[in-house]
Structure formats: structure tokens, C-alpha cells
């Protein structure tokens, strides 16, 4: 049955930037677009399991820092070699200052 679970405040992650969010074993990667939108994905890579939250955001992509995969963090996709394998993505709400996570 998925719940919502608080990841962090709208202040923790900057407008095109990303945060680690860890939560029961399982790590997260909490995203805002910069239109002010947030968005959450698993928080490894598909290829090799890095974590993302030490990649570059650009403008609606989350680029891997080992070998520069590209996603589409809004809906996982994969944009190109070396990643092949799309990301989860999870449905977000914000309430007050919380941003919530369904996992
Ligand atoms: S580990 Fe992410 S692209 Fe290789």
C-alpha cells in the first residue's frame, strides 16, 4: 500500500537542483525544476548505482556524475547510451512547507 512520507522542505532543494533523500534502506533523489515544480526518482543510477544527487541538473535532466548518463527526471526516461534503463519516478505533493513523496 504506498504512503506519502515527508522527504524534506521546499527550502532544502534549489530551484534546477537535486538533494538525497534516504528513507528505510531505499535512497531517493528529490528534484526541482526550475519552474518551481518538484519531482522524485529512485536515487541510484541504472547503470552502474550511483547516486544521483551528486549529478548535475539542467534544466529537466539529471546527468549521472560517473559516466554522464542523462534522465529526464520528471518521468525517468532515459535519454541515450551509456543508460538504457529508465528511473522510477514517484508522485510528489507539497503541503505548507513539506514535500511529500508516495512510495
Ligand atoms: S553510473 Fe550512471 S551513467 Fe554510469
Redesign the pocket.
Known amino acids: 500500500m504506498p504512503s506519502w512520507i515527508r522527504a524534506c522542505t521546499t527550502d532544502d532543494v534549489e530551484p534546477e537542483d537535486v538533494i538525497r533523500f534516504d528513507h528505510e534502506g531505499r535512497t531517493f533523489a528529490i528534484y526541482q525544476s526550475p519552474e518551481g515544480e518538484f519531482f522524485a526518482t529512485d536515487g541510484l543510477?541504472t547503470?552502474?548505482k550511483?547516486h544521483l544527487a551528486d549529478g548535475l541538473v539542467m534544466d529537466n535532466v539529471i546527468e549521472?556524475p560517473?559516466?554522464?548518463?542523462r534522465f529526464d527526471y520528471r518521468d525517468g526516461e532515459a535519454l541515450g547510451a551509456?543508460?538504457c534503463v529508465n528511473l522510477t519516478t514517484y508522485k510528489v505533493k507539497v503541503e505548507g512547507d513539506d514535500v511529500l513523496i508516495e512510495i
Open positions: 543510477c547503470h552502474e550511483i549521472c560517473k559516466h554522464n548518463g551509456p543508460v
